[in-house]
């Protein structure tokens, strides 16, 4: 069967599919991408202050962490129905549901990395004339970095799948193609776009990956045979 008929057939892998609905399929991946990214952000910029506010003062762990968990069960059509008087059928919508979801992962690892700090580590820097922020920057954010490029990742990878629910309003990226396709069982279009997501995610924690290393030089001279 030639390629131009595999639309006909409706079959999974399809050439011309890919040719004609290229754009489409771009559109739909930087869509994709944009509110991945954005939610991402948006929760590691909230979820660093809650890490340092249960830090600080350990009688809010549990309301905090408590909080976060719970809003991590509630499921997505749910969370964005509860959502939409407040921003309606929009993009904000989903980053807002997805930024909720990704506070799980974040504040906990935030937390356990700042937490793993050694305590002698910080009375050096204390002896060494460090402030409570210069001690929060040059020493301990550093110090936490390799949990946090982890929860990082993972909160990555996880919306980049939780970012295709957000089609039930269409701000879905990947996934409103995988909701259009459906209806009609158009399964090129079923397997473009899965396949794109995942690809998504695998080159995005790749990427993640490489970040960490360079900003970790001591985790990786560590980890190398004969390091110190």
């Given at each position: ?27 739909a991946l930087v869509q994709h991408v944009g509110l991945t990214a954005a939610s991402v952000a948006i929760a590691l910029l909230v ?165 960490q290393r360079l900003l970790t030089p001591w985790a990786r001279d560590r980890g190398a045979p004969g390091g110190g």
């Amino acid at each position: 069967m030639s390629p131009s008929n595999c639309l006909v057939a409706n079959d999974w892998v399809c050439g011309e599919y890919l040719r004609t609905r290229r754009g489409e399929l771009t559109d739909a991946l930087v869509q994709h991408v944009g509110l991945t990214a954005a939610s991402v952000a948006i929760a590691l910029l909230v979820a660093l202050p809650l890490a340092l506010l249960v830090r600080a003062r350990p009688r809010f762990a549990a309301p905090v962490l408590g909080l976060t968990t719970l809003l991590y069960t509630v499921p997505s059509l749910a969370m964005f129905s509860l959502l939409l008087p407040v921003f309606g059928l929009s993009s904000a919508l989903v980053v807002t549901g997805l930024v909720l979801y990704a506070l799980t992962i974040l504040v906990r690892n935030a937390l356990a990395g700042l937490e793993a700090v050694p305590a002698e580590t910080r009375e050096a820097a204390r002896g060494l004339g460090f402030g409570p922020w210069r001690l929060l920057w040059q020493v301990e954010l550093p110090l936490a970095l390799p949990v946090l490029m982890a929860g990082v990742r993972m909160a990555t990878v996880s919306t980049i799948a939780l970012t295709t629910i957000g089609s039930v309003v269409g701000r879905g990226g990947l996934g409103n193609l995988i909701e259009d396709a459906l209806p009609t069982f158009f399964k090129a279009q079923v397997l473009a776009a899965s396949v794109l997501c995942v690809l998504l995610a695998v080159v995005a924690d790749l990427l993640l990956l490489g970040v960490q290393r360079l900003l970790t030089p001591w985790a990786r001279d560590r980890g190398a045979p004969g390091g110190g």
